[in-house]
């Protein structure tokens, strides 16, 4: 899961939508550094990506972007996931985007005080941009993979994953639709068990 899954997964909770975000960039045992309800989120981020990682429809969609791409396709299917949860939204939260995505972005800049400068820099400037809207557009997918390829030291295919997406969309799409049910219902139960 991306972050745009991430932080569906952990509303309407603060704490938890801010630990989600982070995520992804904090290494190491837990309690950290941060508030009690962001390292609550951080727990919520890694058990999802647990679950998402063993999941036979994740899996199967990995499958789909073929061989070549296999080491990669991990992060591949996380992109493409939310740009499919962008598109069906509206079947996933009773919120229009753009609203729940301002939301979002007030949410974490409130928190601004105990996160790191590159962390508020960040969330400044997928506001700015409109990061998590856009992934409704398919270039998005194509712009976040060459991003994403950049930060490796290595020379790498990730962005040949974008024309796997292209290629097998509306299998990908239905993988989608099969699975966010799935973790929507993990995250819930999580929650519930870890109050």
């Known amino acids: 899961m991306n972050h745009l899954a991430h932080f569906r997964l952990a509303d309407p909770d603060a704490g938890l939508i801010v630990g989600g975000f982070l995520g992804d ?7 950290s550094t941060y508030l009690p309800p962001i390292d609550r989120g951080i727990k919520l981020h890694r058990a999802i990506d647990g679950f998402t990682d063993q999941h036979p429809i994740v899996k199967q969609s ?11 396709a991990p992060v591949i299917s996380d992109v493409v996931y939310d740009h499919f949860l962008a598109r069906h939204w ?13 939301g979002i972005y007030q949410t974490v800049k409130a928190f601004d005080a105990h996160l790191p400068a ?3 820099g960040l969330i400044s400037r997928m506001e700015q941009h409109k990061s998590l809207e856009n992934y409704a557009q398919p270039d998005t997918v194509e712009r976040v993979l060459k991003h994403l390829s950049g930060r ?9 994953g974008f024309a796997g997406f292209l290629h097998h969309y509306d299998a990908l799409e239905e993988d989608f639709l099969t699975f966010f049910p799935d973790i929507l219902g993990f995250s819930k139960s999580w929650q519930e068990q870890h109050r």
Do not use: W
């Open 25 to 31: 960039f904090v290494k190491g045992r837990l309690p």
């Open 62 to 72: 990995q499958r789909r972007l073929g061989p070549d791409l296999r080491r990669f």
């Open 90 to 102: 509206q079947t996933f939260h009773p919120q229009a985007l753009p609203e729940y995505c301002a």
């Open 118 to 120: 590159s962390i508020n």
């Open 152 to 160: 490796l030291r290595r020379e790498n295919p990730m962005v040949e």
